[in-house]
């Protein structure tokens, strides 16, 4: 039987990626004459946590026949014989020498087994126990708690994680794996040697800085989050990933908070016909109940399944988010709280595709109906050369050529638009009457996106479900900013289940939620450019709204069916 190819896509700020620290344990501790931990009670500590570590050479070890579970010798007529007994100075027999002796297991432990879970020994430098990552609590210097590629985390979910038949081996069994480090939670800050890399690539990896090659939220006071110009390298690498036939599908894994909004992205820009499934973790991998592993292992389950093919063998079903065995559409899907069950689908038409059971069959009970991947109307084959950006300049508005893709055919960070979400509610308005200068905030914001020669846009969040705007003055305000060529689409504020109205100017956002309906128009911005402005915006000609509208038609078809 052949295996399936998967490619792996490390994104940031991923907790499915992440450990807890590595806390020095107490036999480290108790060796070294160090304070131990203790029990609230001021007790030592009765166990040191156990991390997953390689043996160094190989060592034998006695195991306790009956202990791997209480009820083991309560049935062990079934067993058969033990390899030997332990005396009670230690010393192993293959035959019993005194009623005392311990029956137990002779068991030859070797680097090439892989991982052991055994207490953490190291220390710092200057001879103190490790508390946290960091070498002095709030502190600047510190260790890594994220994974540098995806490597380590499957070897750990293969090596260590059991499956409802108690095996392992959960993912290499049914799978090949390549890991990509596309936008990385963890980074080699010295540099890595090319022959001691786990992902693939070519080359040494030279020196990396968090917040431009690797993007970490901890220490929490060091939290770095991916820019928007980030956006180009991902979409890029998971193209050029994709479109090298060498991968029955992806596997994406970024920060819970985040994953929607990528998930989504892909569902735009990405020209597939491979599935591609993204997961996250509400805790870190080791962590009590920790959820990433089994996301991981059903994202591979569900590839394997090829229950997202159509007839011609092409994705069906969308970008998917996984997570605790529900395959969410990428369109719908939001976090609501990190707690196992944190994620909802939006909308109130469906968003839940399908699940994995316990006993690992997977059903597909619903398919999107809205564009996507291959199909898309705004992925990165079908986006143009360069498009037409307005530029508030000395003389006024003015157009300018923004280039969106290089001779390459790549996608270029420089063209990745600035949208911003605006928000509206229940007494809005500052003051009363129409006096622009009660909205300052707005008018700057939309003269500074303006001066940054780029494509950009707005969200407006108002009413439910119609998106109307409750202050009359910032929705003149925005309507200045569309006819000065800044789309402006409305959605329903928090999470809509109606759609939102049609209006002769603005974009109708559908029942998108504001951060989706965001990815959106950042896509049909470099799909279609901006707006065409009117020589003044305040009083804008009959010609120049029917120009207007014309151009908004454009986007309105793609937020219909995206």
Known sequence: MTKMRIAHLAGPTATIQNTPPLVTSNKARLKRGLPPMTAPDGSIAAFDALRAQRLAAPVKVYVEQFSAHPLEADAADLYGPPDGYVDADGRFHSIRQAETDKPVYEIELTPEDGLYPLPYMATQRNGAAWEEETTEPGGMVTRQGFFPDGSRSFEEIDRLSIGADGRVNLIRARADVDFYRVAPPGGFTKGLAAGQRKDTGEGAIEPERLGRDFFAYKPFHMAMAPPRPVLAKITNDVQAILSSGDYDGAIWTQGSPQVEETAYWFNLLIDTTRPIVCNAAQRPQGQISNDGPANIVDAVTYIESGIWADANGANRAATVVIQEQQFFAAREVMKVDARPGGYVATGGH??????????????????????????????????????????????????????????????????????????????????????????????????????????????????????????????????????????????????????????????????LTSTKARMLLMACLMRFGSLPTAADPSNPTSAEIEALQAAVADYQRVFSTH
Do not use: C, M, W
Request: aromatic share 6%.
């Open 350 to 511: 469906g968003g839940i595709l399908g699940q994995v059971s316990h006993a690992g069959a997977v059903a597909l009970t619903y398919v999107p109906a809205y564009r996507h991947t291959a199909t898309s109307e705004v992925n990165i084959s079908r986006l143009p050369r360069s498009a037409t950006a307005v530029r508030l300049g000395p003389a006024g508005l003015e157009r300018i050529p923004v280039a969106i893709k290089g001779d390459d055919g790549r996608l270029l960070e420089s063209a990745i638009p600035s949208v911003a979400i605006v928000k509206d509610g229940g007494y809005a308005s500052e003051e009363f009457g129409g006096d622009p200068s009660a909205e300052a905030d707005l008018t700057f914001l939309i003269e500074h996106k303006l001066r940054t020669g780029r494509l950009v846009g707005f969200v407006a969040e108002g009413l439910v479900p119609y998106g109307a705007l409750t202050s009359e003055l910032r929705q003149s305000i925005l309507l200045k900013a569309v006819f000065s060529g800044v789309p402006v689409a409305r959605v329903g504020r928090g999470s809509p289940e109606g759609f939102a109205d049609p209006h002769p100017f603005f974009i109708p956002g559908s029942n």
